[in-house]
């Protein structure tokens, strides 16, 4: 990573290829600034931020509701769901990807299809990372002491009330746990992203990217600076939050 | 498609809350008022409720429609529907593709238990304790799953360029000039080792922090006196931390065996194009679908691997309950 970062300087992909473990002849930002305005990287991260900030905000939602309704409150059928919900850890994506896009396609949205569209992205994102987030979230959450709810039940507080009170601010180092790794996954994906999006407005990063690979030859040192540009904003948001992810996975840290 | 979805919205959606509503109503009819515990129950449906959508929309009801779709063949360029009963499912008994795939898949699983699981536990107990340096080591190995699968091809392929790459010119620049011209990516023989060994580089940073997360669960208390009573380094580790890490051991070789067969995207980037040795059971489903335009005999493949993977996690979580729950 650190060779790539290096080589991002470089002035011409030749030099990267003939001397890869040289440091650059001279020292140029003229790249950055070149694959910038070559992938629209502006406005193409612009879509990845937009997608990974919906996707962690409906799958943190929607995972702590469950993780709590799964935990805590007693309901006839409860781990049957529980099960339930755990499959999708195990369904390989590809095997269900066909009728997806199917679905998707017939569902009108803003004047076009709901298959070509960010909220599609985010919707498809969410669904796949619920599973983790749920399982991650309950186990910490099963950890947490019960008589921190009972009392607070007995000060008046509804279900809704210990869920936003006590529940949630307690499981924080849960939340940024799965808040990295969903974070992760929408920055990154690839799959999903080069099926569904035909809309050059609303592509994601991942394959803003592809305008680099010419049909000839590929433009390896602007290349390299698009790539270094991707990874350093996600490698800033892991080394800050590294610590908490261990102790989010140590779960029922709290002790009574 | 036709009606499916909407029969699965009802089987999934409409028919469950019926159910839910019906009980609730029951129940307040023999206990006289809508009581505390009807409103409780009915509370734990709602919390449930968003995710349980996101889960039936974007999971189940597609997965179904590929069960649906798995019977059909297409016929002739307008790709006419048409029920064809079992008949893929005998395509796919003796395709030789699907067999080699399979057995790829098998040697993956394998390989990947060792470079991915094994090697992220050994990671795991060496970088266990928190010195200053040792969070910045962890730090440094998970960062390959930070990458996006196209950085990762595209760095390991610089790397690995016949002429002129990474490797190759480190290896002559230290007199290896023999290993030098090894085609890690051209000859059948390596390319299946290399790629695990790729995956074992992504992965291994992964089951690291999982390990490691689990080692700092372990009570200190249980390694002061194992240390009082005589242990050294290694038989501390042997017969104090490994068995009480057997639930996340089980979890990380669910996750590595079921992930074994899923895996796509590292195949699909990495492997030279038109190869054979590399086929996985999910590249050859894509490539059905978007190759060879016939998502039908794609989708039988799709039930075939799911019903591998379900079978792989049945049999790993009831070895799971056999092994009894050491509590602390």
Redesign the interface.
């Known amino acids: 990573?650190v060779?790539?970062v290096i080589s991002a300087f470089k002035p011409t992909s030749i030099e990267i290829?003939?001397h890869?473990?040289a440091l650059p002849s001279q020292w140029t930002l003229g790249n950055f600034t070149e694959a910038w305005s070559r992938a629209g990287i502006g406005k193409t991260a612009m879509n990845s931020v937009i997608v990974t900030g919906g996707t962690l905000a409906?799958t943190l939602?929607?995972?702590s509701?469950?993780a709590?309704?799964?935990s805590r409150?007693?309901?006839?059928g409860?781990d049957r769901?529980y099960i339930?919900?755990l499959?999708?850890?195990?369904?390989?994506?590809?095997?269900?990807?066909?009728?997806?896009y199917?679905?998707f396609r017939v569902v009108p949205y803003l004047g076009g299809y709901l298959n070509d569209s960010r909220l599609a992205l985010i919707?498809?994102y969410?669904?796949?990372g619920?599973?983790l987030a749920?399982y991650v979230l309950r186990a910490f959450m099963v950890g947490l002491p019960t008589s921190l709810d009972e009392s607070a039940t007995i000060d008046g507080c509804?279900?809704?009330g210990v869920?936003f009170w006590i529940i949630l601010p307690l499981s924080r180092p849960a939340l940024a746990t799965i808040g990295i790794f969903t974070a992760?996954s929408a920055?990154?994906?690839?799959?999903v992203a080069v099926l569904f999006i035909r809309e050059p407005e609303i592509q994601p990063l991942?394959l803003g990217?592809q305008s680099f690979f010419g049909e000839r030859n590929t433009d390896?040192h602007l290349?390299i600076a698009a790539?270094s540009m991707?990874?350093l904003p996600?490698?800033a948001l892991?080394?800050l939050f590294?610590?908490q992810?261990?102790?989010g996975?140590?779960?029922g840290a709290v002790k009574e | 498609m036709g009606f499916f979805p909407l029969i699965a919205v009802i089987l999934f959606v409409v028919l469950p809350a019926l159910v839910v509503l019906w009980r609730a109503v029951r129940m307040t009819r023999t206990y006289g008022a809508f009581e505390r515990r009807v409103r409780r129950e009915l509370w734990g449906y709602m919390f449930v409720f968003p995710a349980y959508l996101f889960f039936v929309f974007i999971i189940l009801i597609p997965t179904f429609g590929t069960f649906w779709l798995s019977f059909k063949v297409p016929l002739g360029q307008f790709a006419i529907e048409f029920r064809h009963g079992l008949g893929n499912y005998v395509t796919v008994m003796r395709d030789p593709n699907v067999h080699e795939a399979f057995l790829n898949n098998t040697f993956y699983l394998f390989a990947t238990l060792i470079v991915e699981v094994l090697v992220g536990l050994i990671m795991a107990i060496i970088l266990a304790d928190d010195r200053r340096g040792f969070h910045f080591f962890r730090l440094l190995f998970f960062t390959p799953m930070m990458l996006s699968m196209v950085i990762v091809s595209l760095l390991w392929k610089f790397i690995l360029r016949s002429e002129g790459g990474l490797l190759s010119h480190t290896l002559n620049a230290v007199g290896l000039s023999s290993l030098a011209d090894t085609p890690w990516m051209a000859h059948p023989t390596f390319t299946l080792p290399t790629i695990c060994l790729i995956s074992g580089w992504i992965y291994a940073g992964f089951y690291l922090i999982l390990f490691h997360a689990a080692i700092r669960r372990i009570p200190p208390s249980l390694l002061e006196s194992a240390r009082l009573d005589g242990c050294n380094e290694f038989q501390l580790n042997r017969h104090v931390t490994l068995p009480l890490m057997k639930d996340v051991s089980i979890v990380c070789v669910l996750i590595c065996a079921t992930g074994a067969f899923k895996a796509f995207d590292l195949f699909y980037v990495m492997s030279p194009s038109g190869a054979n040795h590399t086929e996985m059971v999910a590249t050859y489903l894509v490539k059905q679908i978007l190759d060879y335009d016939d998502p039908y005999y794609g989708s039988t493949i799709a039930v075939l691997m799911t019903v591998v993977v379900f079978a792989l996690s049945l049999i790993i979580t009831a070895f799971q309950k056999r092994t009894d729950r050491l509590e602390f």
Do not use: D, H
Request: no cysteine.
């Open positions: 990573m060779w790539m290829i003939e890869p473990w409906a939602g929607a995972a509701f469950a709590y309704g799964l409150l007693v309901f006839p409860r769901l339930l919900l499959l999708g850890l195990i369904m390989p994506i590809e095997a269900y990807l066909i009728p997806l199917e679905q919707l498809i969410s669904g796949l619920m599973p749920i509804g279900p809704l869920f992760l920055w990154n994906e690839f799959l991942t990217l390896y290349l790539l991707i990874v996600m490698f892991y080394a590294s610590r992810i261990v102790s996975l140590t779960a």
